[in-house]
Every structure is written in C-alpha cells, then in structure tokens.
C-alpha cells in the first residue's frame, strides 16, 4: 500500500468527495412499491401434470425392464428345463438297458453257480451290490440336485462300471453268456 500525504492535492480532493457524499441512500418512494411486489408476488402454480408424467414414464420403464427380465429368465427356466428332460430320458434309457442286461446276467450267474466256486460268486455279487448300492445313491442325489451335471456324469460312469464288471466276468467264464 502506498502512504498518501496530506499536503497532495489528488488526495485532498478524494477526501472531499468522500465527505460530500451523502451517508445513506435511500430508493425513491415509487421502488419500494416495485421491490414489495417483486418480493411477495405469487409463484405460478405448476400443478400436478409434470409429476404425473414423471412417475407414468418411471413406471413404464421399470414395467418394461421388469418384463426383459422375465421374459430372459423364462427362456432360460425353459431351456434348462428341456435339457434336463432329455437327460432324464437317457437316464430312463441306460436304466432300462442296464436293468435288462443285468438281470439276464444275474439269472445266468444263478444258473451256474454250483458250477463257480463260492468266493468268486460273492465277489461277483459283492461288486454288483455296490455298484446298484452307488447308483441309489447318485440317483437320490439327482433328485435333490436336478442340474447337476456332474452328478448326471458320475450316474453315467456308474453305469459303464457296472457293464464293463458284466462284460469282463463274462469274457472270464464264458458259461455266463450261456455258452457252452
């Protein structure tokens, strides 16, 4: 800041302007009307319509992600659906193929089993008693966990296990496959 001298015209001639001024200003009488008005004047009431677009429009498009959503999950639901069924079917399938070779097997077994020594005829029982024994238990599991894949191939597995036990006892005493 600069330091000003008392004995400077320019500055003597600022401070006179100063004092001449007077110490408040006061608005004509004719703005203060115009000031109160503009102060106290009434807001134009907008009414109801804006938000009644508003919230039509938030609820259409909640409805139409909503309805995405279904209609994506529903063709899912149905896809997952239409793969398990036909897993149940193939498992119907081996079930049945499985249960027909089986028994075939089991009633040959019974028929030559004077013929076999005990242990190798328990043995033999023994594993397939297992093996049926696993399957109950894989299948229980599948009932519980119908998507699991992992449990559909383990069932599989399973039933591979058992031909390939039939297939070797068979190829080891061919009097099982009725020959002579």
Avoid: C
């Avoid at 591979?160 to 080891?172: D, G, H, M, P, T």
């Amino acid at each position: 800041m600069s330091e000003h001298n008392d004995n400077d015209p320019k500055w003597s001639a600022i401070e006179s302007a100063l004092k001449a001024l007077p110490k408040e200003l006061a608005p004509e009488t004719s703005q203060w009307s115009q000031i109160e008005r503009t102060i106290t004047r009434e807001r134009p009431k907008r009414g109801w319509m804006p938000f009644a677009v508003a919230a039509s429009v938030m609820v259409a498009v909640a409805s139409t992600a909503f309805s995405i959503n279904t209609a994506l999950s529903l063709k899912a639901f149905k896809s997952e659906q239409l793969a398990y069924q036909m897993a149940q079917e193939e498992i119907q399938y081996r079930e049945h193929q499985r249960r027909l070779v089986k028994a075939s097997f089991v009633q040959n077994l019974n028929q030559v089993a004077d013929k076999l020594d005990s242990a190798t005829i328990a043995d033999i029982q023994n594993n397939l008693a297992i093996i049926e024994q696993a399957m109950l238990d894989i299948r229980a599991a599948l009932a519980k966990q119908p998507g699991n894949e992992r449990l559909t191939q383990l069932l599989q597995e399973t039933y591979n296990r058992e031909q390939q036990l039939i297939e070797n006892v068979q190829s080891s005493y061919p009097q099982l496959r009725g020959e002579a």
